[in-house]
């Protein structure tokens, strides 16, 4: 199975970002869009994990969890990866305690190694992507989507939980949620 680890913003971001993303897409019809419904902050990238191993990952989940307090983010500018001219990947920022998150990141990264899951080698960067263009070189169409993002501010979200996510047919289906409870 496909697997990640990552934190939901609830409904209210959601809605929010549903109502907003028409306005981009028309800026930049051939790119990728996230669906609503998938929006969520990745902690650590899995990949193909064999049935057997889910529960030791589960199990790193439910020691890391209750060690963090919840916390709350603000979803509002943005940005992208990739050059100016031709980004690759269309974001939408993240603030607030974003230190608490890098914490939390840190430690499921951290647990998740004596499995043999190797962390990234960059620093953590908070971010909700939105779109990926199509072209392996960038899409144009979303530099424009940039300026457009620098003025939105949708809203507020309080992060209660880690949930293991299964991606599974462009859906990413929960398979374990563990509180936030320190």
């Not at 051939?30 to 990745?42: C, G, I, K, Q, S």
């Not at 979803?75 to 690759?88: K, L, V």
């Not at 199509?134 to 993002?149: I, S, Y």
Request: hydrophobic letters at 45%.
């Amino acid at each position: 199975m496909r697997l990640f680890v990552a934190v939901s913003l609830g409904q209210g971001i959601e809605s929010q970002v549903s109502a907003a993303l028409p306005r981009l897409k028309a800026l930049a019809p051939h790119a990728r869009w996230v669906p609503a419904a998938n929006l969520h902050l990745t902690l650590s990238f899995l990949g193909e994990v064999e049935a057997e191993r889910v529960s030791a990952v589960k199990d790193v989940l439910t020691r890391v969890g209750p060690a963090h307090a919840p916390l709350m983010l603000h979803i509002e500018g943005g940005g992208a990866f990739g050059t100016p001219a031709h980004p690759r990947v269309l974001w939408a920022g993240v603030s607030g305690d974003t230190q608490a998150l890098g914490a939390l990141q840190a430690d499921v990264a951290e647990g998740l190694k004596p499995l043999g899951f190797e962390p990234e080698h960059r620093e953590y960067a908070a971010h909700l992507t939105l779109a990926r263009a199509k072209m392996p070189r960038g899409d144009r169409q979303l530099a424009e989507c940039v300026r457009v993002l620098q003025g939105e501010k949708w809203g507020e979200a309080r992060v209660d939980r880690l949930i293991l996510f299964e991606s599974l047919g462009g859906k990413y289906h929960p398979r374990a949620e563990v509180p936030l409870s320190r």
